[in-house]
């Protein structure tokens, strides 16, 4: 069995919780550093042997902080990185219903269409995202590997692994600075831990639902 610790980040200082961002490079605010020093002590007893991450120093330095104490060099992986809004970067939903009424409509829709102006679309993102899974597919049984990128990412990921149809990430909330486990079999996937917060302190927490899912979340 291989164990995958998968990471949200937490919060930017520009607002992830309540405004797009994809491939601009945020860093994290306070309570986003608060909450990857909260998940360093959450995995502080964990073995981990690899660690990879988006290049996006949001995701970076997160994965950076919880592995410090594993003395583990991070791996950062451009096919992490969350998808480019395009010119949606850093808007709020009704600032794009405004702007970009008929992407808005199939975002709500949930549509496998979906594409975002002068950006990626969601097939572009599960092919970027499967060919990170070739990395996973070279590690030995028995490894736990540490995971830290994009609620976007994370989400198709999930759903790669575990055999679920693309439409399913949808269906799949993880908030910022939460913790996601998966372990990996010979013929099977077992989703055994998704979005949990328990680690991050209740002056920390902050709401990030208030938005509709983009390509399966906000940054």
Same mark, same amino acid.
């Given at each position: 069995?291989?164990?995958?610790?998968?990471?949200?980040?937490?919060?930017? %200082?520009?607002?992830?919780?309540?405004?797009?961002?994809?491939?601009?490079?945020?860093?994290?605010?306070?309570?986003?550093?608060?909450?990857?020093?909260?998940?360093?002590?959450?995995?502080?007893? !964990?073995?981990?042997?690899?660690?990879?991450?988006?290049?996006?120093?949001?995701?970076?330095?997160?994965?950076?902080?919880?592995?410090?104490?594993?003395?583990?060099?991070?791996?950062?992986?451009?096919?992490?990185? %969350?998808?480019?809004?395009?010119?949606?970067?850093?808007?709020?939903?009704?600032?794009?219903?405004?702007?970009?009424? !008929?992407?808005?409509?199939?975002?709500?829709?949930?549509?496998?269409?979906?594409?975002?102006?002068?950006?990626?679309? +969601?097939?572009?993102?599960?092919?970027?995202?499967?060919?990170?899974?070739?990395?996973?597919?070279?590690?030995?049984?028995?490894?736990?590997?540490?995971?830290?990128?994009?609620?976007?990412?994370?989400?198709?990921?999930?759903?790669?692994?575990?055999?679920? !149809?693309?439409?399913?990430?949808?269906? @799949?909330? +993880?908030?910022?600075?939460?913790?996601?486990?998966?372990?990996?079999?010979?013929?099977?996937? @077992?989703?055994?831990?998704?979005?949990?917060?328990?680690?991050?302190?209740?002056?920390?927490?902050? %709401?990030?639902?208030?938005?509709?899912?983009?390509?399966?979340?906000?940054?």
């Amino acid at each position: 069995m291989s164990k995958l610790l998968l990471v949200r980040h937490g919060e930017t %200082e520009l607002n992830s919780s309540q405004r797009y961002w994809g491939k601009t490079d945020v860093p994290l605010g306070a309570l986003g550093l608060s909450a990857a020093e909260s998940l360093r002590g959450r995995l502080a007893d !964990e073995k981990i042997d690899f660690a990879y991450s988006s290049t996006l120093k949001r995701a970076l330095v997160t994965a950076q902080t919880i592995a410090s104490i594993h003395n583990l060099e991070v791996i950062s992986c451009p096919e992490l990185n %969350e998808i480019d809004f395009g010119k949606m970067e850093g808007l709020t939903f009704n600032e794009v219903n405004g702007k970009f009424p !008929e992407v808005a409509r199939l975002w709500v829709e949930r549509s496998p269409e979906l594409a975002y102006p002068e950006g990626e679309s +969601l097939s572009q993102l599960d092919k970027r995202v499967s060919e990170f899974r070739k990395r996973l597919s070279g590690h030995a049984l028995d490894t736990v590997i540490l995971i830290v990128a994009h609620s976007g990412v994370l989400r198709t990921l999930i759903c790669q692994i575990l055999g679920w !149809e693309a439409a399913a990430r949808w269906k @799949i909330k +993880l908030d910022l600075g939460s913790l996601s486990i998966v372990d990996t079999y010979p013929e099977t996937a @077992i989703l055994s831990l998704l979005n949990d917060t328990s680690h991050l302190s209740l002056c920390h927490s902050r %709401e990030s639902g208030n938005l509709p899912l983009a390509s399966g979340g906000q940054t």
